[in-house]
């Protein structure tokens, strides 16, 4: 940022890379502030649940380490909501599969509630589920981004981009 100034008044002009600065340094510091072989508590959680494949795919969708604070894990074991700051909440990772007789709709619904306008979801589905709950989702108030099939089962990336649909 430069400050040009007279005997009136001082004027800020950006610079062409200026606005760019703080977001660089954000994400350098991300990227190098942990070791990259040692995992965080978010990650263990999910290797603990899944497997090797599957935490690479939710971190290809998401920086876990970045928004560590900021991410819901929920198994069907139980949720891990330790550390989380509500207030800046920007994503769900379900690894329990959404099922005809866990009422995909109602979790969604539930999720849509909980996030954010363009918050993330990543979630698990059976394939032979696959179009009904992709279904559900989009009426729920998602776009699906992001597709994967893991060890059988169907990995979802979606974002919130409205509320649910009323008919629900």
Same mark, same amino acid.
């Given at each position: ?11 800020? =002009?950006?610079t062409e ?11 350098? +510091?991300?990227? %190098?502030?942990?070791? $990259?072989?040692? +995992?965080?508590?978010?990650?263990? =959680?999910? +290797? ?9 795919? /939710?971190?290809e ?6 928004y560590? @604070?900021? #991410? #819901? ?23 329990? $599969?959404?099922? $005809? @007789?866990?009422?995909?709709g109602? =979790? %969604? ?8 306008d363009?918050? #993330? %979801? #990543? ?20 776009? /699906? =981004?992001?597709?994967s +099939? /893991?060890? @059988? ?5 979606? /974002?919130?981009?409205?509320? $649910?649909?009323?008919?629900?």
């Amino acid at each position: 940022m430069k400050a040009i100034s007279d005997d009136t008044q001082t004027i800020t =002009v950006d610079t062409e890379f200026e606005q760019y600065r703080l977001q660089v340094k954000e994400s350098l +510091l991300s990227r %190098f502030h942990s070791k $990259p072989d040692t +995992l965080n508590y978010l990650e263990r =959680v999910i +290797l603990s649940e899944s497997n090797r494949d599957v935490l690479v795919y /939710i971190s290809e969708q998401l920086d876990i380490r970045k928004y560590f @604070g900021s #991410i #819901i894990v929920t198994t069907c074991s139980c949720s891990y909501l330790d550390h989380v700051d509500f207030d800046n909440l920007r994503a769900i990772i379900n690894l329990e $599969p959404a099922s $005809p @007789g866990r009422k995909p709709g109602k =979790v %969604f619904r539930a999720v849509n509630t909980l996030l954010p306008d363009a918050g #993330i %979801f #990543i979630g698990k589905t059976h394939v032979n589920y696959s179009v009904r709950a992709c279904s559900k989702l989009i009426r729920n108030g998602f776009d /699906i =981004v992001d597709m994967s +099939l /893991i060890n @059988g089962s169907l990995y979802f990336t979606a /974002i919130k981009t409205s509320e $649910p649909c009323k008919e629900n």
